[in-house]
């Protein structure tokens, strides 16, 4: 067994019998009934190989993972335009917070909280119906993961777009500065859908790969995006995938990554590994707290920080 | 010559040439007699060997870059307790911003924020009268770029103190959460002469070495701090290091680096490089403008960023 | 001829004839075909002598004014209990902030806020349909007024809820908080048709008398609410009535009033008058820029201040 | 007993025997050991009679009740130039926030905060040694109080001074921005000792009449200050002079007033009566619980609400 074999396997043990999970999001009834005993991880290496333990094959909501894939659609289609609509700093405040928007006259801080996500989805809806845009990230989301049973949870989504009023107001709000283009409804009507697709770790982890191979499917060898983009988009990834705990990810983990609240981490560690955890429980900033905690012993054990050996 | 001799000679003087240059700090006029011509360029490799160019040994007021050494000091004084004065994430909001701290009762969301730095301070300071702790600072600076003729300036110092109505501000206001338990006078004291340092670009990166390498200063051998130590200072540089404009900085360059208000810049390329970077001009976010735009260029040119090759 | 008549004609005339006449609000077509040169004025003494001068007679939109209607009914309804929903405190902020919402999770500051006056409408709007929700303001109005000819501009409201993004963002915010219990369209439709309410001075004058005179109306000598409840709601009108600068209308003019960004005034003179003032230009908080100065030409030259003769 | 009389003697009695106090502001040993039990009020009426019961001779600080006095001399000094250094607007946050500060750069929303009674009392000191401006603030309380043994109680002050971090923030910060002209020490000095004055309820009604009676000493015959400058004062108090329990205080007690942490609350009633009530224990606001209720009592007996009767 490789290193990194025993690892994952010894992680995945370690974390099932841990009594402290965090708490499983209940906002909505769909997040509410996760098991909060799951835990998933997997590893897809530089060759391809991919390791993994777990329910590493349980589908589940990635939510906010999402925005990762949607920044680089909204990057595909507009390129640099995208930053006159969203920046590229960490927010200090929570995920959802309205304050900043009302400082910054409706532009968000950076695309990975709820207000920069829902101007990203703006961009990609622009000129299409919402059904087509779905179907675009959607498609792209199969491609990386070489997967085309992946699926869009529409329970969930659902459920999203009844109890939504907070991101709501945040269209609203910045519609009211022209930030957002389209019909607020159509806007979060992708938002909620593409928040809504379920993966499970292997599938997460191998749509990522692209991040941590210089833009390029290593196994297709179709370069995805240029190496600088990946380059950037794992610079905002470290900076700002964690809300108001992207300091702590990084001090504790030193890779980019990005959280959902369905419990699902995607981390990349650069030239080495596409990494998916998936565990339910949150901590108190809306991050996996079990995938937090495994992700920082695998890094350790492997020796993948990107802050140093 | 090697590709780092050619890549920092070029850029040296490409950076000479530009027009744009930023704007030098004018708040004393110690800062503000800065030429905003001057340009340094400093690399320290893992083998020992040093590549300068321009205005590489001429010292500089390093200000803030200070804020990565006392961080370090601090550290080695009062382990992890150190965090339960000063927070991890960054911040969001201008190098001197007082809101954060009435948010979070006087705690300072990081090291490297003025607030932060000032608590940072004062923890080096508790139990020893001024002139020792800024000795200890000193000594250790020294120590670090293997350099005993590094000093203070003393009139900076002396500017500081006089016209830091700001800094007086925000470390009365922690003092009044008891965040600071020294007297004021005291802790400002030692904080604006440690600002007040001054090193050249080759003894900045000479200093920063045992950030690059596992902790370890590679000529001496000696251990300055633990690895895992030195990766979450780096950590810490990367999401805090340039104030609100440490997600640009990431983004464009992809190193953990520490800003001054002189102009200076350190920045890490872990396992490869120390590096220090000198131009007095200023950008909009108080980060040296042509020192930002050298580093990116110097990163691309030997695929240095953290973010992937 | 009276004081009061030498007053009200004289001020008309003065305010006809200057030059600097503020902005008139842009933000929809219906409001930005206002006549920047239109000025009226009505003031209905205790004897219900109504003097007016000017274009008393023109109806205009009176927007926020209705506030001071929909919170007698909203008290009317439920009494004490409303104050469970919104605060009593002038904001420090602009008309449309969203930040003291997030700091105070969802409860607006006081009624006449747009946030606290949707949070009102809400309360008002429980258990009926819009419609008659709607109907009931607009004959609240018609009673006070005693006049049953006063409408609801239908192309205002239209217009107000086609371009309303930031108060769908103000009510969908409190929505996340519970505080707005309606469906958010339901409560929005309502609001924007009673800013929509059309009147002249005169009618808005006669509409205020209760404020006056003890709760009762002076002519019918019906008591529209205790004298205890007209007093309070005159004196949220003193300390919130013009948004962040209800401070400069206390100081300036020393009457409790509500504006509205249509160019009226309600001024309760208690004991004294009712006074209704329009014209539509605005100055930078939002409020009737000449009606401001020719109420405080009237208190100065009438001795109305309630701070004093 | 006349009406007066009997409210008085009345209301004292019954706060006497009130269960609720508040509690007594313990951040200096010199405000802590003030009797919880303690009630003074003491009334002027406009034909001189002084009407009072309970500790109504009993001195006590009068703390933030001095910023009414301070905001008039520094009004005779420089006219309405203090508006360059001040607002006139409630400021919706604590009575020691330092948000706002560097939301307007410095300058304090109104003379009563504590931020803008120090940018007052920078004001007075101008030109002057602390200790003649001082001299100056207490014998113009000695003055309005017709009571030469009016002094400051110096173990306060040296308290306030020895640990008043916050208000050494805000004046700080101020100075930043140029806004506090002398030496922060000075300014300080000045403010923590004009806080300090010791004065019965008896002394301070006394102090307050020229607000009620234009502006004018009604026993001397003296003006004190024009009619309009006593209106716009008390206009002042009425939107600012609680703090953020300001439209608490106008709502239930309907009277332009000014609290202080000591508890005590000088109250004006124009034209009928200056009104002093001392009772230590505070709300949550920070005023006088007894002391709000009782003047609201009071109000609604002599009928004496500015906002009708």
């Not at 067994?1 to 099932?16: D, G, H, N, P, T």
């Not at 006159?84 to 927010?91: A, D, H, L």
């Not at 990349?268 to 991050?287: F, M, Q, R, T």
Request: some cysteine; glycine content about 10%; overall charge neutral.
């Amino acid at each position: 067994m490789s290193q990194l074999e025993s690892a994952v396997k010894e992680i995945a043990e370690e974390m099932r019998q841990r009594p402290d999970r965090g708490e499983v999001a209940t906002y909505i009834p769909e997040l509410a009934r996760a098991d909060p005993n799951a835990f998933g991880l997997a590893v897809v290496d530089a060759d391809g190989n991919v390791v993994y333990a777990g329910d590493a094959d349980t589908p589940f909501s990635i939510q906010s993972v999402s925005k990762v894939f949607t920044l680089t659609i909204a990057l595909g289609m507009v390129g640099d335009r995208l930053w006159n609509r969203v920046g590229r700093e960490p927010s200090g405040s929570a995920f959802n917070s309205i304050v900043q928007l009302e400082r910054e006259r409706g532009i968000p801080r950076n695309p990975f909280i709820n207000a920069g996500a829902i101007a990203v989805t703006d961009v990609i809806l622009s000129g299409h119906q919402p059904r087509e845009a779905l179907g675009e990230i959607l498609r792209f989301m199969q491609f990386l993961a070489d997967d085309p049973s992946i699926t869009i949870d529409k329970a969930v989504a659902a459920s999203e777009n009844r109890t939504g009023f907070r991101n709501r107001a945040l269209a609203n709000y910045m519609k009211s500065f022209g930030v957002i283009e389209n019909p607020v409804d159509f806007t979060l009507g992708v938002y909620f859908h593409h928040c809504a697709i379920a993966m499970s770790c292997r599938q997460l982890a191998m749509a990522g790969r692209f991040l941590a191979y210089r833009g390029r499917n290593p196994s297709t060898g179709l370069q995805v995006v240029q190496p600088d983009r990946a380059r950037r988009i794992n610079a905002i990834m470290l900076t700002c995938g964690h809300y108001d705990g992207s300091g702590e990810f990084a001090y504790h983990v030193g890779l980019p990554g990005k959280s959902g609240v369905g419990g699902g981490i995607l981390a990349i560690a650069p030239g080495k590994a596409s990494i998916a955890v998936w565990s339910p429980g949150l901590d108190a900033a809306g991050n996996s707290h079990l995938g937090r905690i495994a992700l920082e012993e695998l890094t350790k054990r492997m020796g993948w920080s990107i802050f140093g050996a």
